[in-house]
């Protein structure tokens, strides 16, 4: 998992463990945070000869100490212990190379969370970030871009991401395009052919144009590109998507961070309501599992 929010405990390591929930309900969790934003290029090198290394306060330079830096940590969810630990990633632009240390770490998804950078200013540790997830996503392993996540993979196939005068906060229904009506992870939680999907959107950068090798899943009445998902060089489906939105935003999260002052209040206002993000993190999670059983 891309560790993107670290210095906000409330969507950072508590968004984490509303994605890795509905995993955890099924089957035991490891989980590798990596937190390129905050690592030196230079410990990247620790990983030509050893695919796994812990990653030591000395490795991240660039950390935000208004979060206490921990190397592990072990968490209830759904009756398991899951342990969270954070490792070193390659700081390079080699997608081969890239693709076969994820092979040596013989992941079973990659994840990438939302930020508060920003694609549209761009800083040097994306680069290898992007060819990480886009070596990821197209190798097969089941892949998810949440918000600069989604930005960052579609900009990594060819999107253009443009920044808009504004922030766009709220819950927005998903126009769902004829593939995204039945695509597995938007859509695999409905009861009811009739359902309207809906996602929490807290961003102000914008995917405009669809990725190269890409299917557009839905758009929204303020956001052209809200989710896609890969294909191959064949034009099969993988099991890799880019979501504008936020479903690991669980309302006690936003509560939380509201009171703790993270968000404002104009904010806190326009995400009460109810939105999809559980259904669609469950969906994610069983084709995880299915995927790697």
């Not at 549209?120 to 990821?136: I, Q």
Request: with cysteine; aromatic share 8%.
């Amino acid at each position: 998992m891309v560790d993107l929010l670290v210095e906000r405990e409330d969507f950072g390591h508590g968004g984490n463990q509303e994605v890795i929930r509905p995993m955890a309900a099924i089957s035991d969790v490891e989980v590798m945070l990596l937190t390129p934003q905050m690592q030196s290029f230079e410990s990247g090198e620790k990983t030509n000869t050893q695919a796994k290394v812990r990653l030591e306060e000395i490795d991240v330079p660039n950390w935000n100490y208004e979060y206490v830096f921990w190397e592990q940590n072990e968490v209830d969810l759904e009756g398991r212990k899951v342990k969270f630990q954070r490792i070193i990633m390659p700081m390079h632009d080699d997608e081969e190379r890239m693709k076969k240390w994820l092979d040596e770490l013989n992941v079973d998804a990659v994840v990438c969370s939302g930020s508060k950078k920003n694609v549209s200013m761009w800083e040097k540790w994306m680069g290898p970030t992007e060819t990480m997830f886009r070596a990821a996503a197209k190798s097969g392993t089941p892949t998810l871009g949440i918000c600069f996540g989604h930005q960052l993979l579609c900009h990594s196939l060819g999107s253009t991401i443009k920044r808009a005068e504004k922030l766009s906060s709220g819950i927005w229904n998903l126009e769902l395009t004829t593939e995204g009506d039945s695509d597995i992870l938007l859509t695999n939680h409905k009861t009811k052919d009739d359902d309207i999907i809906s996602g929490l959107f807290s961003h102000q950068d914008h995917v405009i144009s669809i990725p190269n090798n890409s299917t557009l899943l839905s758009k929204t009445s303020h956001n052209a590109v809200t989710a896609v998902r890969i294909k191959n060089e064949l034009g099969e489906p993988m099991p890799a998507w880019g979501i504008q939105f936020h479903p690991e935003a669980a309302k006690k999260r936003i509560e939380r961070a509201y009171g703790w002052g993270h968000i404002s209040k104009e904010e806190y206002e326009s995400f009460r309501g109810e939105h999809d993000g559980a259904g669609i993190l469950a969906s994610f999670a069983k084709i995880v599992l299915e995927k790697s059983s």
